[in-house]
């Protein structure tokens, strides 16, 4: 979960490594770091704990002229927040960045001597000192030596003092891209880092290494062949990955969804069915299935939640929702009848990963529902329903989270009509009612300023609850999420017909009750469970789509969502508690796009 950059080239490198990792930041922002190789086989490091500007103002003491660097961006896994423990580390000719888990690293410290060697706690420096030790004066060489002793997750950038101009660079399950143009050779976590250096990219491959220079980029395998990689294009522009106007990056995306929605769900719909031709997704994968999990992590998962309950309300078909980082660690219950459906944003998050790649060792076919191009998650899956939400920068989800549940619900569609379960004209009536979410999160978009008041009133609370019943109830598990992972206010969802079974003993005078009642079936018994919270002193914020309720024995705020038909009304319902999070954040001046201790991509265990 951290950002690397490297550059080498014909332009001074200091300023192309900050600028890119201003744009990693959101990846991990503990300390931030840079290195920089100079024309006299000298290494000059500057790090330090805290945000990219502090590196920016720390790097503004002088001129820097080397034009071959490395930068880094942590997220803390081995040691504190530190000065020390920031990256890039040195130890002698070799200086180091890198983004994962050295799984070995203490036994390597033991094997080859290396504990004098070493100032830092990290896992980075081992590798640092080990590649220092077997340095022959042949870079490739002693990188591969290193590769076939280390273990563990690892994107490593490598430079060595006597090797001016070169940048090295290998990676094992985390991420690493790269470019190269005129201006030289760029490599980074991810494409927001080297948007504006190219339009042409490639995936790094796993256990191959690079050599970069002003000239281009050369890769080759562990045997020495070398291999031409396959170029990509970067579809965004950099204006997307921007803010646009807004304040944070987190409330453009929010506003982003109508547009998100329709790129994802428009280019699947034929004839008004849903298609998945150009996707390259094979019927016969729903055919065969007989029941479905799926496996996320965070709000992927409640993505996953919200499918569950509209498949099996809708086809009846068994769906199991796995949470990824204990799925990986059981023997699952799946095998060649179940569809897995793998669900993340950034493709990258390694807990998933592991779990796609043990469904498919157990034999299912997986489907994963990704929006990062390219990313590690969608090249291992068996098939891929890309989200065409764009790029989503702030670290707590919500494009992401709308297009995978629109992602659940055409294959949900897909499954109905391919089993005979829907007719054809059921199923353009489902797809015209999905189609119909987008100008009704147009319309619940001018709510916002109704949820800025609430939001006033929930950041003073310690705690908050969440309750509905049904689908309800899977949206209010993404509810507490997004508030307590950005505003630090305590949130729990809970199945509002279970609180009198216990935690209604937490409800006392003022504690905040966001309810949700937009299910017609269940809308009484909802009703009178706020009533049992608003007896005991709670202060009710309601979600529903009645024109008003003015009852204050109900609700002592009321959000109205439009009208539609309750299995939809899951879009707009994501919206409002969104923007409930984004708000209550936002009054209590926190950073919204960089919460405390979280980054946007977990490509750590
Ligand atoms: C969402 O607000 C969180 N930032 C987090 O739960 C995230 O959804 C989770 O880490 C999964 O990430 P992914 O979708 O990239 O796999």
Same mark, same amino acid.
């Given at each position: 979960?951290?950002?690397i950059?490297?550059?080498t080239?014909?332009?001074?490198?200091?300023d192309?490594?900050i600028?890119g990792l201003?744009r990693?930041?959101?990846r991990?922002?503990?300390?931030?770091?840079?290195?920089?190789?100079?024309?006299d086989?000298t290494?000059t490091?500057r790090?330090k704990?805290?945000?990219?500007?502090?590196l920016?103002?720390?790097c503004? @003491?002088?001129?820097?002229?080397s034009t071959?660097g490395?930068?880094?961006?942590?997220?803390?896994t081995?040691?504190?927040?530190t000065?020390?423990?920031?990256?890039?580390?040195?130890?002698?000719?070799?200086?180091?960045i890198?983004?994962?888990?050295?799984?070995n690293?203490?036994?390597?410290?033991?094997?080859?001597?290396?504990?004098d060697?070493?100032?830092?706690?990290?896992?980075?420096?081992v590798?640092?000192?080990?590649? @220092?030790?077997?340095?022959?004066?042949?870079?490739?060489k $002693?990188?591969?030596k290193?590769?076939?002793i280390?273990?563990g997750?690892f994107a490593?950038?490598?430079?060595?003092?006597?090797?001016?101009?070169?940048?090295?660079?290998v990676?094992?399950?985390?991420p690493?891209v790269?470019?190269?143009s005129?201006?030289?050779?760029?490599?980074?976590s991810?494409?927001?880092a080297i948007?504006?250096?190219?339009?042409e990219y490639?995936?790094?491959?796993?256990?191959h290494?690079l050599?970069?220079?002003?000239?281009?980029?050369?890769?080759?395998?562990?045997?020495?062949?070398v291999?031409?990689?396959?170029m990509?294009?970067?579809?965004?522009?950099?204006e997307?990955a921007q803010?646009?106007?807004?304040?944070?990056?987190m409330?453009?995306?929010?506003?982003e969804?109508?547009?998100?929605?329709r790129?994802t769900i428009t280019?699947?719909v034929?004839?008004g069915l849903?298609?998945?031709t150009?996707?390259g997704?094979?019927d016969e994968?729903f055919k065969?299935?007989?029941?479905?999990t799926?496996?996320?992590?965070?709000?992927a998962?409640?993505?996953g939640?919200?499918?569950?309950?509209?498949?099996?309300?809708?086809?009846?078909?068994?769906v199991n929702?796995?949470?990824?980082?204990?799925?990986r660690?059981k023997?699952?219950?799946?095998?060649?009848? $179940?569809?897995?459906?793998?669900t993340?944003?950034?493709g990258?998050?390694?807990?998933?990963?592991?779990a796609?790649?043990l469904a498919k060792?157990?034999?299912?076919?997986?489907?994963?529902?990704v929006?990062v191009?390219?990313?590690t998650?969608?090249?291992e899956?068996?098939y891929?329903?890309y $989200?065409?939400?764009?790029?989503?920068?702030?670290v707590?989800?919500?494009?992401?989270?709308?297009?995978?549940?629109?992602a659940?619900?055409?294959?949900?569609?897909?499954?109905g009509?391919?089993?005979?379960?829907?007719?054809?004209?059921?199923?353009?009536?489902?797809?015209?009612?999905l189609?119909?979410?987008?100008?009704?999160?147009?319309?619940?978009?001018?709510q916002?300023?109704?949820v800025k008041?609430?939001?006033?009133y929930?950041?003073?609370?310690?705690d908050a609850?969440f309750?509905g019943?049904?689908?309800?109830y899977?949206?209010?598990?993404?509810?507490?999420?997004?508030?307590k992972?950005?505003?630090?206010?305590?949130a729990?969802?809970?199945?509002a017909?279970e609180?009198?079974?216990?935690t209604?003993?937490?409800?006392?005078e003022?504690?905040p009750?966001?309810?949700?009642?937009t299910q017609e079936a269940v809308?009484?018994k909802?009703?009178?469970?706020?009533r049992?919270v608003?007896?005991?002193?709670?202060?009710?914020?309601?979600?529903?789509?009645?024109d008003?309720?003015?009852d204050?024995?109900v609700?002592?705020?009321?959000?109205?969502?439009?009208?539609q038909?309750?299995?939809f009304?899951v879009?707009?319902t994501a919206?409002?508690?969104q923007?409930?999070?984004?708000y209550?954040?936002?009054?209590?001046g926190?950073?919204? @796009?960089?919460?405390?201790?979280?980054?946007?991509?977990? $490509?750590?265990?």
């Amino acid at each position: 979960m951290c950002g690397i950059i490297g550059f080498t080239g014909s332009l001074p490198a200091k300023d192309i490594l900050i600028d890119g990792l201003a744009r990693l930041e959101y990846r991990g922002y503990d300390s931030a770091g840079i290195a920089l190789l100079n024309d006299d086989d000298t290494l000059t490091i500057r790090k330090k704990a805290g945000r990219v500007d502090e590196l920016r103002a720390m790097c503004s @003491d002088r001129e820097y002229t080397s034009t071959c660097g490395i930068g880094h961006t942590r997220w803390a896994t081995h040691g504190g927040v530190t000065d020390i423990n920031a990256h890039p580390h040195k130890c002698g000719k070799v200086a180091i960045i890198h983004n994962g888990i050295i799984e070995n690293y203490y036994d390597i410290i033991r094997e080859y001597g290396l504990a004098d060697m070493l100032v830092s706690e990290t896992d980075t420096e081992v590798v640092a000192a080990l590649l @220092d030790k077997l340095y022959d004066g042949d870079p490739v060489k $002693t990188i591969k030596k290193a590769v076939n002793i280390i273990s563990g997750s690892f994107a490593l950038c490598i430079m060595f003092a006597d090797h001016p101009g070169k940048i090295y660079a290998v990676r094992n399950v985390s991420p690493m891209v790269a470019a190269s143009s005129e201006k030289g050779s760029i490599i980074a976590s991810d494409l927001t880092a080297i948007i504006s250096f190219s339009k042409e990219y490639f995936v790094v491959p796993e256990y191959h290494i690079l050599t970069m220079t002003e000239e281009g980029i050369k890769v080759e395998d562990m045997k020495g062949n070398v291999v031409k990689p396959q170029m990509l294009e970067i579809t965004w522009d950099i204006e997307a990955a921007q803010k646009g106007g807004f304040p944070h990056y987190m409330l453009k995306e929010i506003y982003e969804q109508p547009d998100s929605l329709r790129n994802t769900i428009t280019p699947r719909v034929v004839d008004g069915l849903p298609d998945f031709t150009e996707d390259g997704i094979d019927d016969e994968v729903f055919k065969n299935c007989t029941n479905i999990t799926v496996v996320a992590c965070g709000t992927a998962m409640h993505a996953g939640i919200v499918g569950k309950a509209m498949i099996e309300a809708e086809l009846k078909i068994p769906v199991n929702v796995e949470i990824a980082s204990e799925f990986r660690y059981k023997e699952p219950l799946i095998d060649d009848k $179940t569809l897995v459906i793998v669900t993340s944003q950034s493709g990258e998050t390694i807990d998933t990963l592991e779990a796609l790649r043990l469904a498919k060792r157990c034999g299912s076919k997986v489907l994963s529902v990704v929006n990062v191009k390219g990313s590690t998650i969608a090249r291992e899956s068996d098939y891929v329903l890309y $989200t065409h939400a764009g790029p989503e920068i702030a670290v707590a989800s919500t494009k992401a989270y709308s297009v995978q549940m629109a992602a659940m619900y055409l294959i949900g569609c897909r499954i109905g009509l391919v089993k005979g379960i829907y007719t054809e004209e059921k199923a353009r009536q489902f797809i015209a009612s999905l189609l119909s979410v987008i100008p009704v999160i147009e319309e619940t978009l001018k709510q916002a300023d109704r949820v800025k008041e609430v939001a006033n009133y929930i950041k003073m609370a310690p705690d908050a609850f969440f309750i509905g019943r049904g689908i309800d109830y899977t949206l209010s598990l993404e509810g507490a999420l997004k508030l307590k992972e950005i505003s630090y206010v305590h949130a729990e969802a809970y199945a509002a017909g279970e609180l009198k079974h216990g935690t209604i003993a937490l409800i006392t005078e003022n504690v905040p009750v966001i309810a949700l009642a937009t299910q017609e079936a269940v809308y009484g018994k909802m009703i009178s469970n706020i009533r049992e919270v608003k007896a005991r002193g709670a202060y009710v914020i309601l979600i529903s789509m009645d024109d008003k309720v003015d009852d204050k024995t109900v609700c002592d705020k009321h959000i109205r969502i439009p009208k539609q038909d309750n299995l939809f009304s899951v879009f707009a319902t994501a919206v409002i508690l969104q923007l409930i999070a984004y708000y209550t954040s936002d009054a209590k001046g926190l950073d919204v @796009d960089k919460p405390r201790n979280l980054a946007k991509s977990v $490509t750590v265990e």
